[in-house]
């Protein structure tokens, strides 16, 4: 008996050959035209690829078979009327998760960084107050901060004269603590130690003075982020009590149409963008309004710069099921039963082997300790928040409004280097031109841009038990700021209070107290492994 003809078959579906021209437009978009793995070559639009992604749900076969069928001729106009379809048509916003795109602020005040970094699910970077002198000025000659462009003339002109003078103070302060610390910390002989001496000495004295830094100060951030982080990014800006946060969504808005724009359709539209964007900016409204008629108005008197507010399980052996879970063929509930029965030595067995041997602070145990959460209030200065702000894996992260309310604190080197002078004029006027903002004019959101990264304000987050061993490890390392340092060593305390078996595996945890220069030790490693890296690139030219 003959075998049938292919093509006679109406009950068989025969993958198409693919032609020479076929494999060479393969491969020049994508990294593998044939392998089970492959990535692609940046020569695709984000437009096409998310379309093509986008018709998994529906095609079956080799992603790379459909590019070349319905986008190889069709190009970008082919992958917006797909995304026409999808997005617009039928409101699928997980396509959206599949177009990234960067994109970079510049001057940003440290206001609005925080507001572009607030999203859980962007990367951002941003110039760090840590490392960088801030009191170069622009062409202009003025220092880099940022104004409020809604304040009346004799306003903006206060405004401006006050930051020109905490600058001033500023930079004879940061530069002026480099000096001291230089002088006190001779400068070695050696090439690699002086380059690590000169940073760590510049390290340092930015850790000391930025406190006298305006949130008006402004910063450059990078951030990558899916095209619907972006969206809803832009949707929060333009709904933003702030003017300056409305002009920059306006114009990301703007410039991401350039690079997504099928993927941005309806960030703006009234029934879609316009009314999320309504939402968001209605309910902080109604919430403030409510507020104002509902909690008395008077100062705090809750100071503690950390508190554990509150955790659950209360107990950590209720994380046991958890952990097997995984490894048997058992519900939470059965596994439950069974452990109840089990001496003690048995359960810190279980303990042991889930956490593991952890030879490094990036070995983090399973997700079971993701059930335990842990909510935290902080009062501490904005410049550490700054940095506590960024981790992306945290739920529940709020602050307040910022004021000169909670007060400030003298770095020790400051009072060393006899600052204090200079340091406490700064928060004078700083305090002025708050009162002045926020009593006699009523711009109350403006002020903010008037406080300083010193000043003390309150903030909450809920980390899970997971989270934290990348935080608490991450954050009290020897290098790290002393502010954030401190707070961080205090969670850990509270935390080993209530979680004692989980604690004792945080093993990467610095509680010791550190030499004056944090980050000699540090920049020393830099430059060696730049040294090694030098000699590596040498030896395999």
Not at 124 to 147: A, C, K, M, N, V
Request: include cysteine; charge should be neutral.
């Amino acid at each position: 008996m003959s075998k049938p003809d292919k093509s006679d078959n109406p009950y068989v579906k025969y993958v198409p050959a693919i032609s020479d021209e076929g494999y060479e437009y393969l491969n020049s978009i994508v990294t593998n035209p044939t392998d089970q793995v492959y990535s692609f070559t940046g020569k695709l639009p984000t437009a096409i690829i998310g379309a093509a992604m986008a018709r998994l749900s529906r095609r079956a076969g080799d992603l790379r078979m459909t590019l070349i069928e319905e986008f190889a001729q069709t190009g970008e106009e082919g992958a917006e009327a797909l995304f026409d379809r999808v997005i617009t048509a039928y409101g699928d916003d997980s396509v959206q998760q599949l177009a990234g795109i960067h994109f970079v602020v510049e001057g940003a005040s440290n206001v609005l960084t925080k507001i572009l970094e607030w999203g859980r699910f962007t990367s951002p970077l941003e110039q760090s107050t840590r490392y960088i002198f801030f009191d170069q000025r622009d062409s202009h000659g003025r220092y880099l901060y940022y104004t409020p462009a809604n304040l009346p003339s004799t306003l903006t002109n206060e405004f401006n004269d006050t930051l020109d003078e905490i600058f001033s103070h500023y930079s004879l302060m940061v530069r002026g603590l480099a000096q001291y610390l230089r002088a006190k910390n001779p400068e070695p002989a050696d090439r690699k130690e002086r380059t690590a001496w000169l940073n760590s000495t510049r390290a340092t004295a930015c850790d000391a003075i930025r406190s006298v830094l305006p949130a008006a100060t402004k910063s450059t951030v990078g951030v990558f982020a899916s095209a619907q982080a972006t969206e809803y990014l832009v949707m929060r800006l333009l709904s933003d009590e702030l003017e300056e946060s409305r002009v920059v969504g306006q114009k990301l808005l703007r410039e991401a149409r350039k690079v997504i724009q099928p993927f941005l359709k309806r960030a703006d539209v009234p029934d879609r963008g316009g009314a999320i964007t309504a939402y968001l900016a209605n309910t902080r409204a109604g919430m403030r309004e409510f507020t104002k008629k509902n909690i008395p108005a008077r100062k705090s008197s809750q100071h503690d710069e950390v508190t554990l507010v509150d955790h659950w399980p209360k107990d950590e052996t209720e994380l046991l099921a958890e952990m097997l879970f995984a490894y048997t063929n058992l519900s939470i509930k059965e596994l439950r039963a069974v452990i109840k029965t089990w001496p003690q030595k048995k359960v810190n067995e279980l303990f042991a082997a889930y956490i593991g041997e952890r030879l490094n602070r990036r070995h983090k145990p399973g997700r079971a300790l993701e059930k335990a959460h842990f909510e935290w209030e902080i009062v501490g200065d904005y410049g550490t928040f700054r940095d506590l702000q960024r981790h992306r894996v945290v739920d529940a992260l709020e602050w307040q409004k910022l004021s000169p309310e909670f007060g400030f604190e003298i770095p020790p080197l400051v009072k060393e280097a006899n600052y204090v002078t200079e340091f406490e004029r700064c928060f004078a006027l700083s305090h002025q031109l708050y009162d002045r903002l926020v009593a006699r004019a009523g711009y109350a959101n403006e002020a903010q841009y008037a406080t300083l990264l010193g000043h003390r304000m309150r903030y909450r987050y809920i980390f899970n038990a997971r989270a934290l061993f990348h935080l608490l490890e991450l954050r009290t390392g020897p290098d790290g700021h002393p502010g954030y340092r401190r707070i961080c060593k205090t969670m850990y305390e509270q935390f080993a209070a209530v979680y004692p078996k989980i604690a004792k595996a945080m093993q990467f945890i610095s509680t010791r107290e550190d030499p004056e220069l944090t980050r000699l030790a540090a920049e020393r490693a830099a430059q060696y492994k730049l040294e090694k890296l030098g000699q590596e690139a040498l030896s395999s030219e």
